[in-house]
């Protein structure tokens, strides 16, 4: 038990020498901009709609890009913007009754917000909370009526027609968390890693989406 503690003591206090040694090495961040691009990855999530419709979307890899402000080595405030395509089933009632049908297709969701982040620590190395607001556009990638058929000079083909469809798509507001970690490798760039929870104010069709995220990001600064 002794030699536990002592094991356990003498590993504090590395960490302590290693945390304290990051802080003094501190690489100024004030009055700097970041870019940052990564992979986020969102979990599945299930959604109960109204009359035992609903909605179960997979889990999805996709890719996101924005850019910060540090006004100081903790505080900085910026853009995100986020893609994701995850596959889905619907389970819906048709306008003539039961029973129930299933429709399996792909979603678009691309999300823009404005986002402030506080750093724990003022060192190189230190964990972070995120807070986002913006808007989710949302494309189901369903048809909602018949094709229209479209005609235009093509510079390359010469005359051309084809037809398009308009799908079920919706624009809403949503906002984010997120805690994360950050390593400013040197003076121009690091790494950042979150996890985070993107809540969608969906319709009154079905519950607000609240999906987990994992985030993954690699940041240049300058």
């Known amino acids: 038990m002794q030699t536990f503690i002592r094991r356990a003591a003498a590993g504090a206090l590395a960490l302590v020498m290693l945390l304290t040694g990051l802080t003094v090495s501190a690489q100024d961040r004030s009055q700097t901009w970041e870019f940052t691009a990564g992979l986020v990855w969102s979990d599945s999530l299930n ?6 419709t609903g909605l179960d979307i997979d889990d999805d890899l996709g890719f996101s890009f924005g850019g910060n402000y540090n006004f100081t080595n903790r505080l900085s405030a910026g853009f995100s913007f986020g893609w994701l395509s995850p596959s889905y089933e619907a389970t819906y009632l048709p306008d003539d009754g039961p029973p129930f049908e299933t429709l399996r297709a792909s979603m678009d969701m691309f999300t823009i917000a404005g986002r402030g982040t506080f750093n724990f620590l003022e060192g190189p190395l ?4 995120e807070l986002g607001f913006g808007w989710t556009a949302v ?11 479209g005609c235009w000079w093509d510079p390359w083909w010469g005359y051309m027609c084809a037809p398009f469809y308009d799908t079920y798509s919706e624009d809403v507001t949503s906002w984010s968390g997120a805690l994360g970690i950050r390593w400013d490798i040197d003076r ?6 979150s996890y985070g929870i993107l809540e969608v104010n969906t319709s009154s069709r079905t519950e607000d989406a609240s999906m987990d995220m994992i985030k993954v990001e690699a940041y240049w600064r300058y």
């Open 47 to 52: 959604l109960e709609g109204q009359q035992g």
């Open 126 to 129: 230190t964990p972070y909370v």
């Open 139 to 149: 494309d189901s990638n369903i048809a909602d009526g018949p094709p229209i058929t």
């Open 188 to 193: 121009t760039w690091g790494l950042k890693a």
